[in-house]
């Protein structure tokens, strides 16, 4: 079987951690060996700057910043996901350089072009077979992540911030974006307000309209939106 790459994406709060726990338990239900990862982290480096990146009281530049979340995605490509791809194996992200082009192009204002060429240093050609965007409001996710506890780094970063994040996936979302950016692969909104049990299904069939072959383990029926 060959090995596929999804990824899960949003604002802070959308419940993508959530969702991407309940989309591998599905897949290994149906018998395909799956693994989780998020970013940054995933690696014992990728941790590390996740620590750095999140830290609330962390004074880091946005270029920095950004190179720090490239060496742990860097990291995660060549130790995680490329060997598992190879051996047949569904990886699901907990984000990819997605956000990277949400965050760090349209949150901090870097430029583009070095955001791309950098990514594509850090990934190697990589792309994913799908990305769902978990469609949420943003004001609301803020808050969902607020009553998680204490507001990390980028949580705290402010609301003109996550404003222009949160309009930033949205732009990805179009025909336009995504045909000038083909380096991400297909794209595809997930509403993600109601219960978790319907957001899984409305990811699941998400994932199954892109990777056919996922469908029956997914229990989706073919041609079901």
């Given at each position: 079987m060959a090995?596929?790459l999804?990824?899960?994406?949003?604002?802070e709060?959308?419940?993508k951690?959530?969702q991407?726990?309940?989309?591998v338990?599905?897949?290994r239900?149906?018998g395909r060996?799956a693994?989780?990862c998020r970013?940054?982290?995933g690696?014992a480096?990728?941790?590390a700057?996740r620590?750095?990146l999140?830290d609330?009281d962390?004074d880091?530049?946005?270029e920095?910043?950004?190179?720090?979340f490239?060496a742990?995605?860097?990291q995660?490509?060549?130790?995680?996901?490329?060997?598992?791809l190879?051996?047949g194996?569904?990886?699901?992200?907990d984000?990819f350089f997605l956000?990277?082009y949400?965050?760090?192009?349209?949150g901090?204002?870097?430029?583009?072009?070095?955001?791309?060429?950098a990514?594509?240093l850090a990934v190697g050609?990589?792309?994913?077979?799908?990305t769902?965007v978990?469609?949420?409001?943003?004001?609301?996710?803020?808050?969902?992540?607020?009553?998680?506890?204490?507001?990390d780094?980028l949580?705290?970063?402010?609301?003109a911030?996550h404003?222009r994040?949160a309009?930033?996936?949205a732009?990805?979302l179009?025909?336009?974006?995504?045909?000038?950016?083909?380096?991400t692969?297909?794209?595809?909104r997930?509403e993600?307000?109601?219960?978790p049990?319907e957001?899984?299904g409305?990811?699941?069939?998400a994932?199954?309209a892109?990777v056919?072959?996922?469908?029956p383990v997914?229990?989706?029926?073919?041609h079901?939106e």
């Amino acid at each position: 079987m060959a090995g596929a790459l999804v990824v899960l994406e949003g604002v802070e709060g959308a419940g993508k951690t959530t969702q991407v726990a309940r989309l591998v338990a599905r897949l290994r239900a149906g018998g395909r060996t799956a693994q989780s990862c998020r970013e940054p982290g995933g690696t014992a480096l990728g941790d590390a700057v996740r620590a750095l990146l999140l830290d609330p009281d962390g004074d880091v530049a946005p270029e920095a910043e950004a190179l720090l979340f490239f060496a742990s995605r860097a990291q995660l490509v060549a130790r995680v996901i490329v060997p598992a791809l190879a051996r047949g194996e569904v990886v699901v992200l907990d984000r990819f350089f997605l956000s990277s082009y949400a965050y760090q192009i349209a949150g901090r204002g870097l430029d583009r072009d070095r955001i791309r060429d950098a990514n594509r240093l850090a990934v190697g050609g990589v792309r994913p077979d799908v990305t769902c965007v978990l469609d949420f409001p943003v004001t609301d996710g803020l808050a969902r992540a607020g009553r998680r506890g204490a507001t990390d780094r980028l949580e705290g970063a402010g609301d003109a911030f996550h404003a222009r994040v949160a309009a930033a996936f949205a732009a990805a979302l179009t025909p336009d974006w995504q045909a000038t950016h083909p380096e991400t692969g297909p794209i595809v909104r997930v509403e993600a307000t109601g219960a978790p049990d319907e957001v899984e299904g409305r990811v699941a069939r998400a994932v199954a309209a892109h990777v056919p072959a996922l469908g029956p383990v997914l229990g989706v029926a073919e041609h079901a939106e």
